[in-house]
Every structure is written in structure tokens, then in C-alpha cells.
């Protein structure tokens, strides 16, 4: 069964710090592997995209790293601000549409001062 | 650009009751979605469309209608609303075809049924 497991589940951690936030997916076949960024009442906005040939992709302070062959996704967020408090979410798509996008439940951030 | 805008942001039904949640994007995009996101779970697709009079079932398409009578526009109806209804509702949008294409999602639905 295609699935895109999210780790950790919540996470708070001061203003200034680093976090790494982690995604494994059974999806198969593989096209890609985004990360959204969704605020409170918001709906989710695009981080990165990563196809399989991709190991790393950077978006300011925001660096998602792909591994193909383990399936595992990590999202690294450096020197955290307040606005960084948000859910994650690991997306990955099945085939080469939109039509097989699978969401993760998210992780949810807290960056406290 | 507006991106995507949805209407209304919040809405409260009563069981039976029908509505139709509005979803429109000025992007020229082909490919429009409808998605649903519960506590606890991950957004899933409800219908999605490729296009002006093509459409297709989602994960989720059971008590929903959806129509694309133009680019632009890709309106979810709701035909006898039920408590299992109850959610957050986003549209989203994009460029069809290729690998990098980016979802644009709008600001969201949040529906009540009573």
C-alpha cells in the first residue's frame, strides 16, 4: 500500500535553532517528493520538489534532501524564526500526475522565543 | 494574480441540506483538484479535473459532484450534506504534465454539518 509516514509528529523548539524533520514513503513507482509548508487557517504552500535524480534541494532557509533508495525524505529548517511555526507536509507522487499525490499527516512546528 | 480563491470561507449545514463550494484560478492552469483535510489525516483527493470538461474520481469522491465548464473554474457540489462531510475543504491548481509542476492550493473551505 502507498504510504508517506511522517516523523516526529509535533515538535517545539526555541528561536535561533536548527530542526530536522523526517518523511519515509512505500510509494512506488516514484516520480517525485515535495514538502509544503501549511500556516494555521492556511492552505499548503510549495517548499521543493525533488525528482528521484535529486539529493538535495535548498529554498532560503529550508534544505530537503531525498534518498531513493532507502525512500526517505528529510527537511531541515536552520536558524528557526517565529514564523517557522507551521505542519510540514511530505507529499509524494506515484507517477508523473498530479492525479496520485499521496499526503503525509504532517509534522507540526512550534518555534517559541 | 489572485492565484486561487475560494468561496465561502466558512460554512454551516444542516443535514440534507446541498451547497456548492466555489473555486477559481486566473493561473490558466489545466489540472484543478478538490482535497479534503481531516484532523489527524492527510489531504485527500476528492475529484480532480485536466482540464475544460474533463473530469475524474479521487480517493474520496462519494457524496460530491464536480463540473469544468471552463478553465477558470471548478466548483464542488455538495447534494445532501452529511456529519461525515464535516472538514476543511481546499482546491488546487497547476500546470499539467512534467515533474516539477507546483500545486497551488487556496485558502480553504472550513465546513460544518449539523
Known amino acids: 500500500k502507498n504510504q508517506v509516514e511522517q516523523s516526529p509528529q509535533s515538535l517545539i523548539i526555541l528561536e535561533g535553532k536548527n530542526c530536522t524533520l523526517q518523511c519515509n514513503y512505500t510509494v512506488s513507482p516514484f516520480s517525485n517528493l515535495r514538502w509544503y509548508k501549511q500556516d494555521t487557517g492556511r492552505g499548503p504552500v510549495s517548499l521543493t520538489i525533488m525528482t528521484f535524480s535529486e539529493n538535495t534541494k535548498s529554498n532560503g532557509r529550508y534544505t530537503a534532501t531525498l534518498d531513493a533508495d532507502t525512500k526517505q525524505s528529510s527537511l531541515h529548517i536552520t536558524a528557526s524564526q517565529l514564523s517557522d511555526s507551521a505542519s510540514y507536509i511530505c507529499?509524494?507522487?506515484?507517477?508523473?500526475?498530479?492525479?496520485?499525490?499521496?499526503f503525509g499527516k504532517g509534522t507540526k512546528l512550534s518555534v517559541k522565543p | 494574480n489572485a492565484g486561487v480563491t475560494q468561496t465561502p470561507k466558512f460554512q454551516v449545514l444542516k443535514t440534507g441540506q446541498s451547497m456548492t463550494l466555489q473555486c477559481a484560478q486566473d493561473?490558466?492552469?489545466?489540472?484543478m483538484s478538490w482535497y479534503r483535510q481531516d484532523p489527524g489525516m492527510g489531504l485527500r483527493l476528492i475529484h480532480y479535473?485536466?482540464?475544460?470538461?474533463?473530469?475524474d474520481q479521487g480517493e474520496v469522491p462519494n457524496g460530491y459532484n464536480v463540473s469544468r465548464s471552463t478553465t477558470e473554474d471548478f466548483p464542488l457540489r455538495l447534494l445532501s450534506a452529511a456529519p461525515s462531510q464535516t472538514s476543511v475543504y481546499f482546491c488546487?491548481?497547476?500546470?499539467?504534465?512534467?515533474?516539477?509542476?507546483?500545486?497551488?492550493f487556496g485558502p480553504g473551505t472550513r465546513l460544518t454539518v449539523l
Open positions: 493561473m490558466n492552469h489545466e489540472y
Open positions: 488546487a491548481s497547476s500546470y499539467w504534465g512534467g515533474i516539477h509542476n507546483e500545486q497551488f
Open positions: 507529499v509524494v507522487s506515484g507517477r508523473g500526475s498530479q492525479g496520485n499525490l499521496i
Open positions: 479535473s485536466v482540464g475544460a470538461g474533463i473530469t
